[in-house]
């Protein structure tokens, strides 16, 4: 979805190096998302954030930080990477109220990184 | 833990052939469910979703079946076509709270139609 942009859209690094991962959306949507996908795994959410002040850990949180700089960027951190943080990483942004109470999920196209 | 669980993990079927996915899930508190369509090299995006009072729901060639009492929904592809070809996520969420909005996903499925 064009209106969700993440950047890199691939990254090579090495163990011990610190990477940012970069969401921006214009969907206006308050709630934004971080997964990372792995085979077999699916998508497991890592941060999620309601608004510009709240921040909230997922269920595999630990090695990772985020930065919500404004409403429409949110950014994942990994401060010292290591290889079994090779993964794919989707940002998504929802709004419940746009969709019906669904709150449907608009995820920007992903980021392959891996660390060696 | 995973909540949601999804079989297959692979799936292969013919053109025209039906398409089959299971999720099973555990939280009884779920009360959405969609599913997630993702295209290679691109995002996962919402195909079809269902609420727990109804027991199916078809959009076009796609349907969900929903089973409250055995905790288990399902997405039936009929008339499978190659352009079908992808992976599929199920999904589902809590209502209210902090929680709410927060989907939790099964593992995937990667379909594959064959011409």
């Known amino acids: 979805d064009a209106d969700v942009t993440q950047t890199p859209r691939n990254r090579i690094t090495k163990t011990g190096k610190r990477i940012m991962l970069e969401c921006s959306q214009t969907k206006g949507h308050d709630r934004m998302y971080w997964y990372r996908q792995d085979p077999g795994l699916g998508l497991r959410l890592i941060y999620y954030?309601?608004?510009?002040?709240?921040?909230n850990k997922g269920e595999i949180s630990d090695g990772y930080s985020v930065s919500r700089q404004a409403q429409a960027k949110f950014s994942l951190s990994l401060e010292s990477a290591i290889p079994n943080q090779t993964a794919l990483y989707f940002c998504?942004?929802?709004?419940?109220?746009?969709?019906?109470?669904?709150?449907?999920?608009?995820f920007g196209p992903g980021t392959r990184l891996t660390v060696l | 833990q995973q909540q949601v669980k999804q079989s297959p993990q692979s799936l292969i079927v013919q053109k025209g052939g039906i398409s089959i996915i299971n999720c099973a899930y555990e939280n009884t508190a779920f009360d959405y469910f969609p599913w997630y369509q993702q295209f290679p090299g691109k995002g996962p995006a919402l195909l079809i979703a269902i609420r727990p009072d109804v027991s199916e729901k078809k959009e076009g060639r796609f349907t969900i079946s929903f089973n409250k009492s055995a905790k288990q929904f399902s997405l039936h592809i009929m008339d499978s076509q190659p352009g079908d070809s992808a992976t599929y996520f199920c999904a589902a969420s809590t209502p209210g709270g902090t929680s709410y909005g927060k989907l939790t996903f099964g593992q995937g499925t990667i379909l594959t139609v064959h011409p």
């Open positions: 998504a942004t929802s709004d419940p109220g746009t969709s019906g109470g669904y709150n449907e999920q608009f």
């Open positions: 954030s309601f608004d510009v002040k709240d921040i």
